[in-house]
């Protein structure tokens, strides 16, 4: 990546800084709108926002949001077992 970027040492903290930002405030959004919908107290630490839904009687929502956090969370689980298994290879590349 910092390959095709024409000043990596300016270009490439300024993504990073800039991405985490973005994510650290959708993140406390989500967070705060999960707490108007639902009291604090009431909120399940299991599945917050399926159960918030339930509680709000749009059983349809509290169906999406499982549906979208599986699809969602395959990409993340592939990559971690593929990256699993390239270390494990890498390992035993050199101890052959």
Excluded: H
Aim: proline content about 3%.
């Amino acid at each position: 990546m910092s390959e095709e970027t024409k000043r990596p040492a300016r270009d490439i903290p300024i993504g990073l800084v800039g991405s985490m930002s973005m994510i650290t405030v959708i993140y406390c959004l989500v967070a705060l709108a999960l707490t108007m919908v639902v009291k604090y107290t009431q909120i399940d630490i299991n599945a917050a926002y399926s159960v918030a839904f339930e509680q709000i009687c749009m059983k349809w929502a509290k169906y999406l949001v499982s549906v979208s956090l599986a699809i969602s969370l395959q990409p993340t689980q592939n990559f971690l077992v593929l990256k699993r298994y390239s270390l494990v290879c890498f390992f035993f590349s050199f101890s052959a």
